[in-house]
């Protein structure tokens, strides 16, 4: 089969199946897209920051997905409340299938205890999304292989959809634990390019881990020394939306200012078609670089993919960054709170 013509069927029918059971965006770093994935971090740096997230999945193949979003957030002191705004932009395929949104995130900070706190979380998003179906090619526009007809098929040669969206979030964790519920799309809204009924359906996630510290380095010289972190990380996501599951399992090594991580992602307890669920093994390498009012941090991951599709699609790129910094007054700095012990790369 011409190869042109199989990418055009392969794509026609992820497109078909995607508006009927629509997955979103995912992040390898999930922790480094702190808004998107809960809306409960909002603020939970206690600082100022500004990040942003850069994936390409499949990049060796026609219908990749690369996906930007870009983050601010700033916690309110007095309020013990965090404020954030989140841009995001997705693209797929061979006729550009793209989503942009514009989302509003909010987070309330309460200690319950002398061991946990407690942060909840909400989001309003306006979503774009549209598509330009001129750039797909079908069957009856081939003979003997060669592209020669114009087709049957009946679209409008773009189209665009337009919704909003809801979400909230809770966060409970202590200096060493942590345990995060997100709750995404609760008003359900209808996503169809092509005038039909089509849900988007919820998307459930559940993350959480157990920060192992170990004995700090020390960085500086005399009365300006500071403390470099030294832990080792386990984490887990599991991610529920429609018929689709996934789980994130690994761990991040921290020996400051070097961050490794390495997990996997699939569902080794469900087989298809007599094959076990698995998609990726991720690597990560970061670096932070802490000062007395400021925080930067970046990262890169790449997903070794492990499925059927295997090392042909390119696996995926991912890259990541942050910096966040005081911006109160400078006579009176932050209280001393508790921070999430969660990796943010």
Not at 201 to 230: A, C, D, L, N, W
Request: positive net charge; charged residues 15%.
């Amino acid at each position: 089969m011409n190869k042109r013509l199989a990418l055009a069927i392969t794509f026609f029918i992820i497109l078909k199946s995607a508006t009927v059971f629509g997955q979103d965006v995912q992040f390898s770093q999930f922790y480094s897209a702190p808004l998107y994935l809960n809306p409960a971090f909002t603020g939970a740096t206690q600082l100022t920051r500004v990040g942003t997230n850069y994936r390409n999945q499949w990049p060796a193949l026609q219908a990749n997905f690369v996906t930007l979003s870009a983050y601010v957030d700033h916690f309110i002191d007095d309020k013990n409340s965090g404020i954030g705004f989140l841009i995001q932009t997705d693209k797929a395929g061979l006729a550009g299938l793209r989503s942009t949104s514009f989302t509003g995130t909010y987070s309330y900070q309460l200690p319950i205890s002398q061991t946990f706190t407690l942060r909840a979380g909400a989001n309003a998003g306006y979503y774009l999304r549209d598509i330009n179906f001129s750039n797909l090619t079908f069957g009856d526009q081939y003979v003997n292989g060669v592209l020669t007809n114009p087709t049957n098929e009946q679209f409008d040669a773009g189209a665009l959809k337009n919704f909003f969206n809801m979400g909230t979030g809770v966060l409970l964790y202590s200096n060493d634990v942590w345990l995060g519920v997100a709750v995404d799309h609760l008003n359900q809204p209808n996503q169809s390019l092509i005038g039909e009924e089509d849900k988007l359906p919820m998307k459930i996630s559940v993350h959480g881990g157990y920060k192992f510290q170990f004995t700090p380095g020390v960085t500086g010289q005399g009365m300006y020394t500071r403390p470099q972190e030294r832990s080792l990380t386990p984490t887990f996501q599991y991610k529920q939306q429609g018929r689709f599951t996934q789980i994130d399992l690994g761990m991040y090594l921290t020996f400051e200012p070097i961050v490794f991580g390495l997990w996997y992602r699939g569902v080794p307890y469900k087989r298809v078609n007599e094959i076990t669920n698995n998609e990726s093994v991720v690597v990560l390498l970061g670096f932070t670089k802490r000062a007395k009012d400021s925080m930067f941090k970046v990262g890169y991951s790449y997903d070794i993919t492990i499925s059927k599709l295997g090392s042909s699609s390119g696996g995926a790129h991912e890259f990541s960054l942050s910096y966040a910094w005081f911006t109160g007054d400078p006579r009176k700095p932050p209280k001393n709170v508790r921070l999430i012990p969660c990796p943010d790369i």
